[in-house]
């Protein structure tokens, strides 16, 4: 408990020294370009998904049956990486316009771990898919492995989806009173330190 307590201080130290940045301030405050920023995260977002997500579909048999997989794969793989890339970079930026209240968003904390959960099973699935492609490449059912990779796969990227959305609501917000647990889980490191 201690050592997320500790977490919680220097993430939260992190996200006012990025507050301080005159551009995280402009950013933020832009008429346009944080509009632009937003729009263009939220589309390539929709880029990424709607390749995942046929890729996904395939691999769970339930579409594409007729297409070899590694042919449905190899023809997504890069428009689905540049929406990726593009994604995270405006994702980013988008936290560094408002780093404090993205810190201490219990459902940008959620989203960040179902990130890296998605990113360490699109890992595993794609090894094992490269290593058995061949044995059911044509094959309209996948093996059970492969179903299992991609139902996580979109159970976890419909998750981030969720919880990137709650973020523009301030339901859990520190400033709000909110049972004890949810200002430890969202960081809110002042506020814990105000309760008796």
């Known amino acids: 408990m201690l050592v997320l307590s500790m977490l919680n201080e220097l993430l939260l130290a992190f996200a006012r020294w990025l507050d301080t940045h005159t551009w995280s301030t402009d950013l933020h405050e832009s008429y346009y370009m944080y509009a632009w920023v937003e729009t263009t995260h939220v589309l390539t977002l929709m880029v990424f998904l709607g390749m995942l997500f046929v890729i996904d579909l395939r691999m769970l048999g339930w579409g594409f049956t007729k297409?070899?997989?590694?042919k449905v794969a190899a023809r997504l793989d890069t428009p689905m990486m540049i929406g990726f890339a593009v994604m995270v970079i405006s994702g980013a930026l988008l936290f560094y316009a408002i780093p404090v209240r993205s810190t201490q968003s219990i459902w940008f904390r959620i989203k960040v771990v179902l990130l890296i959960?998605?990113?360490?099973?699109?890992?595993?699935?794609?090894?094992?898919?490269?290593?058995?492609?061949?044995?059911?490449?044509n094959d309209p059912r996948p093996p059970k492995r492969i179903r299992i990779g991609a139902g996580l796969s979109l159970t976890l990227w419909i998750g981030v989806i969720f919880t990137g959305r709650a973020i523009a609501y301030d339901w859990y917000d520190c400033h709000k009173e909110i049972p004890q647990f949810m200002y430890w889980a969202a960081g809110c490191v002042d506020e814990l330190a105000a309760v008796p």
């Open 67 to 70: 297409i070899p997989a590694s």
């Open 117 to 137: 959960a998605a990113g360490i099973n699109a890992l595993l699935f794609r090894n094992k898919m490269r290593a058995a492609a061949h044995d059911w490449d």
